[in-house]
């Protein structure tokens, strides 16, 4: 085969909107599904730098891959260049860097995304909010700088459209409604495309002076009750603080934390799990 053909990319490929390539590459391989599960690494590695299994959380939804290869000729960058080079461009389109695992095998998958023994060689893990979804991203070198590949997954984020008139009545119905406000990943960040929720929780406490709010944060069962205390907690005091900053009087709501222990649906799958990370809203 010509050497030029060798350099091309592959036939019917082409970059993710999300990424630029690394310069000297071109697109050897790429393929996608409709629907799939994937497992992206979350967890730290060793602090004693041992060979670590760490954890990974699932993704369904679309998924893309994508493989790099140098070009002859081409000046070969280092695996942690290639891997710095993605965080920061990640960072820089307010992405969040989840995970990275800057050498040689200090990290294992249980679940891989690609064929392979799931030994980690300079990857990282990013994850993409906005526009109705969630995407995650792994970048992994092949660990001596001549290849590269992306793993990403498109996550349907969970979708509610309310109006203040429509919590008023399911507060005098239920005494409480459910929220599904979007965080980013173990953190009590709000993400942008939930703050309409919230401007309408507001608009119906301006509407009825009267009004008192229990804010409860819940969790699913994802790692231990304690941190899952502590996170519930965190996230139900910055709802309270977006809701204060719309103009709020904060002792008309309270923010309590519920941890994992009242889950409303099965832990061991990933849709309960979404429908289990909520905030609830119940009249005092």
Partial sequence: MPLLAQNEDAEGCKDHPLFNRMPGFFLAECRQSQYEIKHF??????????????????????????????????????????MRNFENAARKSGATVIAEYPGWCKAVLHETMHTGNGCVLYGTTLKFGGQGKETWAFVESDGDGEAYEISLSERESMKQDIVATQIRERLDKDGFITLYIN????????????????????????SDPALKLEVGGHTDNVGSPES???????????????????GIAAE?????????????????????????????????
Avoid at 228 to 246: D, G, T
């Fill in 41 to 82: 690494p979350v967890g730290p590695v060793a602090a004693n730098g041992e060979e670590t299994q760490v954890k990974s959380v699932p993704v369904e939804g679309r998924f893309y891959f994508f493989k790099y290869e140098l070009k002859e000729g081409s000046v070969k960058p280092s695996p942690l260049q290639t």
């Fill in 228 to 246: 899952n205390q502590k996170l519930s907690e965190a996230r139900a005091r910055s709802v309270v603080a977006a809701i204060v900053k719309q």
């Fill in 252 to 284: 008309r709501m309270t923010a309590k934390g519920y941890g994992q222990t009242k889950p409303v649906a099965d832990n061991r799958t990933e849709e309960g799990r979404a429908k289990n990370r909520r905030v609830e809203l119940v009249k005092q």
């Fill in 183 to 206: 965080f980013d990943t173990g953190s009590a960040t709000i993400q942008q495309d939930s703050m309409s929720q919230l401007e309408q929780v507001a608009r119906l406490l301006q």
